[in-house]
């Protein structure tokens, strides 16, 4: 039997996937990355460092925020820049509010349709108004963030070199808070909704990868960890992460120690969830979540569970600054040209921009490691592994629930398409 499924819906970016049974034995399976190389790297060379970041945003418009932030801390890095508490603060408030945004879309949006047993959220419109609702209220709130603080909801225009180009006024964080506080009840109508669901058995464990900070939830630094031995510094992720093209994908796959690892919400919770904030191990609880978990499909737990976290802890940041204000920073100037790397937690996992200036202060080099990529081996094993519990169901069964899979990851196929050469068999 050959199973194959083109055009993968829910998810973002184009990929099919192609599973090849031969007496009931697994033949092949090929999760195919048929997106368009974008070629960010390349054409980022010879660019001034003060373009960089507008650039890269461009990326994804569901991750241009995360890039956004990456790219300044990198390029601040080769410069020399140290920004202020107060802009890291912002900063993390904004990356907040992108995690809120992704994650949201995937738990409703992309995934829930499949736990509802129907095609699309639209579906739902009619029969479950309700709930459809109040999905649009948090989501519209999570860009409400990124709009006081990016300047708008996507593709920011504030967060600069060192600093903002704009500030939030105290009324306007204000409102925001109190906008924050106002939805938990929204999101415990959540947290029932998604515990409700039944989610496939299925367990493969795998190398879980994520940046580590002490005494607090990774997001915009820290060591690479993983759950199979590394522990380093962010400059050394050549020497303990390896890219590697395979001809069927536009995208580059990655392994570490392992031959394939995880990046991502169930990556983090593993690795560093004693850090979380107290409301959020409070869902997690209640979500009967467990750090031994390697069931990919309970990533969807996980994810409501950051979004609680991000939730609290944008009210607890909103407080830090407005106890201590918002005043103006001064800019600060470069100290030079040289090489920068930085890492960042983006929604769907470790996020890493590479860059090395001329003394021109221009791109000589550029490379991007995107969460998507890393996770495309660690997909395409569970498929392995997820193919012989699913024989003798019925090809459509078993299609939905290869897609469910695939979902779990919440994949941005556009960002991880930078390879240079494919070709496709």
């Known amino acids: 039997m050959k199973l194959e499924i083109k055009q993968l819906t829910r998810i973002e970016g184009h990929a099919n996937l192609v599973v090849d049974l031969n007496q009931g034995k697994l033949k ?87 736990y509802l047993g129907v095609r699309s959220i639209l579906a739902l419109a009619q029969s479950q108004r309700d709930l459809v609702t109040r999905a649009l209220r948090l989501k519209k709130l999570a860009s409400d963030i990124c709009l006081l603080i990016g300047g708008r909801a996507i593709h920011p225009v504030t967060p600069c070199l060192g600093g903002f180009a704009r500030l939030p006024e105290a009324t306007d964080l204000q409102h925001l808070r109190k906008e924050l506080v106002a939805i938990f009840p929204t999101l415990e ?122 939730f609290e802890a944008s009210i607890h940041l909103i407080d830090r600054l407005l106890l201590e204000g918002v005043r103006d920073d001064p800019l600060p100037a470069p100290q030079g040209f040289g090489e920068g790397i930085a890492a960042i937690e983006a929604p769907r996992g470790t996020l890493i921009h590479h860059y090395r200036y001329d003394q021109g202060g221009r791109i000589a080099m550029a490379n991007c490691l995107i969460p998507t990529g890393q996770n495309l081996a660690n997909i395409e094993n569970d498929l392995k592994a997820l193919v012989p519990q699913l024989l003798g169901l019925p090809r459509a069964e078993m299609s939905h629930y290869l897609q469910m899979l695939i979902r779990s990851y919440d994949p941005c196929i556009s960002c991880s398409t930078h390879a240079l050469q494919v070709s496709f068999v």
């Open 28 to 114: 092949e399976c090929r999760l195919e990355i048929i997106e368009t190389p974008r070629f960010f790297e390349s054409f980022l060379k010879g660019q001034h460092f003060t373009d960089v970041a507008p650039i890269v945003a461009r990326i994804c418009g569901i991750c241009s925020n995360s890039h956004t932030l990456v790219s300044l801390a990198a390029t601040e890095h080769a410069l020399g820049i140290e920004v202020s508490n107060q802009t890291l603060a912002l900063r993390r408030l904004l990356a907040y509010g992108e995690i809120l945004q992704s994650h949201l879309l995937q738990l409703v949006f992309m995934a829930m349709p499949d």
């Open 189 to 310: 109508h959540m947290v029932d909704l998604f515990n409700g669901f039944e989610y496939p058995h299925f367990e493969r464990p795998t190398e879980y990868l994520c940046l580590k900070e002490d005494d607090v939830y990774p997001l915009l630094s820290g060591q690479l960890y993983s759950s199979a031995g590394i522990s380093g510094d962010i400059s050394e992720y050549e020497s303990l992460i390896e890219e590697f093209l395979v001809p069927y994908s536009t995208a580059k796959f990655a392994r570490a120690l392992a031959d394939s690892y995880m990046v991502g919400p169930l990556a983090r919770y593993k690795n560093v969830g004693e850090e979380l904030s107290p409301m959020a191990k409070a869902v997690a609880e209640a979500l009967a979540l467990s750090r031994d978990d390697v069931n990919p499909f309970i990533m969807m737990k996980v994810r409501l569970v950051e979004v609680v976290n991000c």
